[in-house]
């Protein structure tokens, strides 16, 4: 990743998110303050208020998707924004994304400006062909700013994918919201900030899932990060050759089968078939995983039949969608050389 040398507009801008960030108030000091629910930074009858946040950074993003121009922080002055910083492999942003375009959809004839930072996590995300193919699969019309070199990230000194800015119409930063569970508390504010009544009606089923019963963390599969694998099959960088254990894996731990080549991001089966087995917690599993010359892969969970799931182009790929939470091994079984695993989430 190339880093680029900050200006002191920008470098003051950055500071200042930081700074809010450290100092903002959080939401359950509101509540014990006696504050209206829900918008921090709106009154009770649900106009805004003045903003407590800095002026929003500039947006150093490029090339612009679904936009005929690039936007700027000028461009959004006028406007209430939503500046969301996501990634296209990323469960959490995409469950996220089911609301945001909805957002776009309801509010934006009103006044509401939605950008998305595509900020990559994985080499693949970086091409824009695979970020367009990403706008397309997931029916998203709203200006995406490629952020390859994290120049945006860096500049609002962003932290998660996602993470959520609402700016005012003079793009003064009223909320900074990080990952899930944030829906109806954006959207009161959203709707306060363009004069509307901040109150919104309950969906069923609600935008943001119930994670409470999800005891399965993120994994990774490469060498960059640490991996769950098993201690006894000796994970390591590099070609290795691994079996099966007699036991399975323990719980939030995979075992392997077949020989792969741990290097970098992804691990990739280099026989002629493999497998994986991975002990999870959820109801429901996501696999980072691509195949340049496509794959067919059987899936089983549990009890259940094999599946067969076709692998091409790196993406999440949800492998186990699933209503019954608690302990389960998933299997996965590649007939193929050439199948690459990223990472694994869970629902």
Not at 29 to 51: F, H, W, Y
Not at 129 to 151: C, S
Not at 271 to 291: F, I, N, P, Q, W
Request: charged share 20%; glycine share 10%.
């Amino acid at each position: 990743m190339t880093r680029l040398a900050a200006s002191d507009d920008l470098r003051r801008a950055s500071a200042l998110v930081t700074l809010w960030r450290t100092l903002a108030v959080k939401r359950r000091d509101l509540l014990r303050s006696g504050l209206p629910s829900g918008a921090a930074m709106l009154s009770a009858i649900g106009q805004p208020a003045r903003a407590a946040g800095p002026a929003a950074p500039p947006l150093l993003a490029g090339p612009w998707l679904n936009s005929a121009a690039p936007l700027d922080a000028g461009a959004l002055r006028g406007k209430v924004s939503l500046v969301n910083f996501w990634t296209y492999t990323c469960i959490y942003a995409l469950r996220s994304m089911t609301y945001i375009k909805r957002w776009h959809e309801e509010y934006g004839p009103a006044g509401l400006q939605v950008v998305g930072i595509h900020t990559p996590e994985f080499g693949f995300e970086h091409l824009r062909p695979n970020v367009e193919l990403a706008l397309r699969e997931y029916g998203i019309r709203f200006p995406v700013g490629q952020d390859n070199d994290y120049r945006t990230w860096r500049a609002w000194s962003n932290q998660a994918w996602p993470s959520f800015y609402i700016l005012d119409r003079e793009a003064w930063i009223v909320m900074l919201r990080e990952g899930e569970g944030h829906a109806m508390e954006m959207e009161r504010t959203i709707r306060g900030l363009l004069g509307r009544s901040p109150e919104v009606p309950r969906r069923d089923p609600p935008d943001d899932m119930d994670v409470s019963r999800i005891a399965s963390p993120e994994m990774y599969f490469g060498a960059i990060h640490p991996t769950p694998q098993e201690s006894g099959q000796s994970p390591r960088r590099g070609l290795a050759t691994y079996a099966f254990s007699s036991g399975g894996p323990r719980l939030n731990r995979y075992e392997l089968d077949g020989t792969w080549l741990r290097d970098g991001e992804p691990l990739v089966l280099r026989s002629d078939e493999g497998r994986l087995r991975l002990r999870y917690s959820a109801a429901k599993v996501h696999l980072v995983m691509g195949a340049p010359n496509g794959a067919t892969v059987g899936v089983r969970s549990g009890t259940e039949d094999w599946r067969s799931i076709r692998v091409g182009w790196p993406a999440l790929y949800t492998v186990v969608d699933g209503a019954r939470y608690g302990e389960q091994v998933i299997e996965l079984e590649a007939m193929s050389p050439g199948l690459a695993l990223y990472s694994a989430t869970f629902g």
